[in-house]
């Protein structure tokens, strides 16, 4: 995958074009989650390099997967306030594949003021559990003079998930990512939080850690 300033302008067109070509689709929102899909229910320890007592809580907006959201997904998970949610037309999808992952689904944070994007991704292989597949994917996103991807089990409602930390870089300076895999529908779905540098990064983390928290299968 094309790494740098070309590829990630070209990242943030997919937004445009999605737009563009989705313009009767609504956002999904279902209201609050309830029960032990509740964010304040699901205490997930924040990702490795993450100061808790720097990133605020994020207001939740909707539900991504569920009954009414433009992304059909065997997950659900929920979207911070004023996020936009849309689905990546395949087309587009086809240009911009890491492996064996596509990216289907992704949650514009420029309604609310935030510069940047949390995209989930759908792939893996027949067979493969979840963290052999997570370092593939992270392997071929992170910049290739980075450290390998810490990868790391996370407890989530019902379900085992894995998540990966590692480094990309823009114009020399290199900057944290995040993503976290579940295995769902016969498929590894990967919801993963990045941006141009890390102030943008940091912006970014309250919608993430929502949708970490509430991550869920089949709901």
């Not at 907006?61 to 395949?90: M, N």
């Not at 759908?122 to 597949?133: D, L, R, T």
């Amino acid at each position: 995958m094309t790494q740098g300033r070309n590829g990630e302008q070209m990242r943030r067109s997919w937004g445009l074009a999605a737009v563009a070509l989705t313009a009767t689709l609504t956002v999904g929102c279902s209201g609050g989650t309830t029960g032990a899909n509740d964010p304040k229910n699901n205490k997930v320890p924040v990702p490795d390099g993450v100061a808790a007592d720097k990133v605020g809580p994020a207001e939740e907006g909707g539900t991504v997967g569920g009954s009414g959201s433009p992304c059909a997904l065997p997950v659900t998970f929920a979207h911070a306030k004023q996020w936009k949610v849309q689905s990546i037309p395949p087309d587009a999808a086809k240009s911009f594949t890491i492996g064996s992952f596509g990216p289907v689904c992704e949650l514009d944070g420029k309604p609310a003021g935030v510069l940047g994007m949390i995209r989930v991704w759908q792939g893996g292989k027949p067979g493969e559990n979840v963290e052999s597949q997570l370092k593939l994917f992270a392997d071929g996103d992170k910049s290739k003079d980075s450290e390998q991807p810490k990868l790391t089990p996370v407890k989530l409602t019902g379900v085992d998930a894995m998540e990966a930390a590692y480094q990309r870089s823009l114009d020399g300076v290199k900057h944290r990512e995040y993503a976290i895999a579940v295995q769902a529908g016969g498929k590894v779905v990967v919801v993963k939080v990045g941006g141009i540098d890390q102030e943008t990064l940091d912006e970014m983390m309250p919608a993430y850690l929502l949708a970490r928290q509430t991550l869920a299968v089949g709901r």
